[in-house]
Structures are given as structure tokens and as C-alpha cells.
């Protein structure tokens, strides 16, 4: 059932709109997912959807997009990442990150979902155009693609099998729940950065939260921006207003600007900061430094709430 700010992944009310790829022999290689259009922010945020992959005879084109930030992850089964003149083997957990003229392509192993977060992309843009079109003209897919009106990427005549096998841990567009960018343990919780504000045009940041059973939080003031959160692990009570639910593994939660909410964890869980428009990073930074080299200045509410304020952080963090 399609709940205002709980989007469940694999709940078809909460799908927008519905695509496919076809592979040159006619067989369904891609089953695609519209669930968050593009905002109308110069910057199109929070755009989301996802992608399930057949393992059939097709392997996705190396390509690479002229303009956009993708981040994907990779929520079942496993993949070979080709890119950079690298190729590995890519699995569930395991988080993507392609910018701007990154030429990659993809090989599956088996039937493989994962979960598309999209900066300035446009990727998606058409989808309901074309759902509408082919309501009355049922070749439409196959005849704009032919055309190449629909697509935003170049593609490259390159063999996968010229590139070189590389540890996933060595290729940089990977990344891996143990191999943060940066990594704060705080009361309760584990935050690690995944993907820097400086790989997303320094616009936000993708940053993971391991939280303990019973861990809570809270939202301060009114917070400046809409906030996305992706559950990979555990559950999670939230409250918006007055709305309590649990969000699980494969969930999503949208909540408007200036909403007050608190995220409480019901047992060992793990939740993705993929709206990210706090700088994570700067205020733990300073925070923990602070904390080390002189707590006494945090005795001074003043202080923290100085950082916060100029971080656009809006949650306050309680073990459990």
C-alpha cells in the first residue's frame, strides 16, 4: 500500500512508471523502475529508480553519460564492473559511483537489482512520455532508440575482454561498507562516508549510518532541506509529525522540508543518508576533533549549535 513518506521498493503501487531494455536478440535484458521524478531544483535531486537485471546473452555497452552524477546500489546478486581499462567482479553490498564521462558498462552473472540515486541526470526524463506514446503506437521503444532521440550517452566499440582484472577493492568507482571515505564512530552509531561532496560537484554527499538497536534521533528547529533516507539493513521506526511506521531493508523515506522527524532503530540497522544535503563530513570532522583536543568547548551549547548551522545539520543523535 503506497504510504505518503514509506516507499517500499518492492511494493508495484509505490512504481511511478515502468520501462524495459531490450537485448538485440529481442530478449528482455533490463526491468526499470521510475520512483522519484527529478525535482525542479536547478540541480534535479533526489531523482530515483531502480534497475533488475537479466542475466541473458547481453552485456551493457561501455558508455558514459555527458552530464549527471550516478550512485547505485547493488542490492542482490553480482556484476562485472567494466571501466578505466579495469574490469571486477561487483556484489550485493557493494555501492557505485560513475560522474561525468566515466565510460562504463556492465556484464551479470545472474538476475541482479540495484537501486539508482541521480544528480543533474536525465536519464529518466522521457519515461513517461514514452508510456504514454506507446499506448498507441506499441513499437515507439524500439523506434526512438533506433533514432537515438532518448539517449544522453555515447557508446564505445571497446571488447570487455581487453580490459584487465582488477581487486574491486583497487577500482575507485566501487565502494565497499569496509573501505569508507571517512569513517566517525559517535554513541550508537558508525558513520561512514560513501561517496564525498567533491564527487557530486560539491552539491551533497552519500554517507552510510550503522546504527545500534535502539539507537535515536532527531531532527532540530525545521530542517532546511527534504531529506531522503534508503534502509539496507534492520528496521527502523520513523516519525513524521505524528505519523509513526517501520521502514526495512529495500525501503525508502521521503520527507518534505521543514518537517520535524526521529528515527529510531529497532534492531541492528543500517540507513543511507542519499539525500545528503548536510555537509556530514565537515561538521563530524570539526565535531570529533573538538571532542578530542578540547571537549570543554562543547560544554557550550552555543558552540555545537554554531556548527550545525553552518553545516545545514538538523539531527541530534541519542544512543539508545
Known sequence: MKHKYLIDLNDESNWLYTTYVLAPSGEKAEDMRVFIMPDVSGHRFYTMSDSAEHPIDYLMPLHQHHNGYETFFVDSGAMQLHMHGQQCRVEKGAILHFQPYETHGMSFYEEVKYRGFFQEWNGIDNIPEVALLEEYYPDARKQLAASG????????????????????????AVRLPERPLARFEL??????????????????????????EGFYAESVDFPAFRQLYYVTGGEVEFR????????????????PKFIPHSVRAKSN???????????WYNFLHDYTAVKKL???RLADGSFVRDLMKRDNVHIVAHKG
Request: proline residues 2%; hydrophobic residues 40%; glycine residues 8%.
Open 149 to 172: 532521440v532518448v539517449t544522453d550517452r555515447d557508446h564505445y566499440e571497446v571488447e570487455f575482454s581487453e580490459y584487465e582484472h582488477t581487486p574491486v577493492e583497487d577500482v575507485r
Open 294 to 296: 578540547d571537549p570543554q
Open 240 to 255: 513524521v509529525c505524528e505519523d509513526v511506521f517501520t521502514a526495512h531493508s529495500e525501503c525508502m523515506v521521503d520527507i
Open 187 to 212: 554513541g550508537g552509531v558508525v558513520a561512514k562516508m560513501m561517496v564525498a561532496r567533491w564527487e557530486l560537484g560539491g552539491k551533497r554527499e552519500v554517507w552510510r549510518f550503522e546504527m545500534d
Open 269 to 279: 540497522a543500517v540507513v543511507h543518508d542519499v539525500g545528503g544535503m548536510a555537509c
